[in-house]
């Protein structure tokens, strides 16, 4: 079945540094593909999405392109903040319900 | 314009007890989903509810487990004779089509302990 592979945390880095954070999928369809955060306590928040091959998500300086032929969505920003410390999730949706990975913890010191 | 909402937003319930959960969805939208999240980990769907239909409940374990999203009134996730296990934050998003595509808004969370 459908599934979603992402980097194993916690990722620590300092303010400024540049941030990636890998995830690859496995579907039998074309699925549209989600990165979501969740802050300590809170549900989670739709950070971008792209719905297509070679689609580019962009929200709040961050970034993650649809990679059909590495079978990829990367998340990637070049300078974090001490207030993006949170957990990240890749997911897709491929038949309406949607599967996520398990989720990486970034904390960024100051 | 109210999103997903969620009560009680914490639960503690002894084993063998009852837990009901509730979700309204964001206004407009029809489809449901409900997801467990154990301590430090992802999301794990569980079922997927139009108004009155369960579309899809793979994720739903086959015992103690319910879910319904009635014509009127909110959502709620049903969970009979809760063991320890069953500790965990249970997540209810809302889209307001189904298919692939669709963002879903994601609720609070309710936590529930079982004791």
């Known amino acids: 079945g459908d599934s979603v592979t992402q980097m194993e945390g916690p990722v620590t880095l300092s303010e400024e540094a540049f941030l990636t954070i890998n995830c690859t999928y496995t579907?039998?369809?074309?699925?549209?593909l989600f990165w979501y955060v969740q802050y300590p306590g809170e549900g989670l928040q739709l950070l971008l999405k792209?719905?297509?091959?070679?689609d580019k998500g962009s929200n709040k300086g961050f970034e993650a392109t649809y990679r059909k032929e590495t079978t990829s969505f990367h998340l990637e920003k070049g300078s974090v903040q001490v207030s993006d410390s949170a957990v990240y999730f890749c997911?897709?949706?491929?038949?309406?319900?949607?599967?996520f990975g398990a989720g990486t913890r970034l904390t960024v010191k100051p | 314009n109210a999103g997903v909402m969620q009560n009680p937003r914490h639960l503690v319930r002894r084993r063998g007890q009852e837990a009901r959960l509730r979700c309204s969805p964001m206004?407009?939208?029809?489809?449901v989903y409900w997801y467990r999240q154990l301590p430090e980990e992802g999301l794990k769907f569980m079922v997927y509810?139009?108004?009155?239909?369960?579309?899809?409940e793979s994720g739903m374990p086959k015992e103690r487990f319910s879910a319904e999203f009635p014509k009127e009134g909110p959502s709620i996730l049903r969970i009979q004779q809760v063991v320890r296990g069953d500790s965990a934050a249970y997540f209810c998003?809302?889209?307001?089509?189904?298919?692939?595509?669709?963002?879903?808004?994601f609720g609070p969370g309710t936590r529930l302990t079982v004791t």
């Open positions: 998003a809302s889209s307001p089509q189904g298919g692939q595509g669709h963002e879903q808004y």
């Open positions: 579907a039998t369809g074309y699925p549209s």
């Open positions: 792209a719905t297509k091959a070679d």
């Open positions: 997911a897709l949706s491929d038949q309406g319900d949607m599967r």
């Open positions: 206004k407009g939208h029809s489809h």
């Open positions: 509810l139009q108004k009155e239909n369960i579309i899809d």
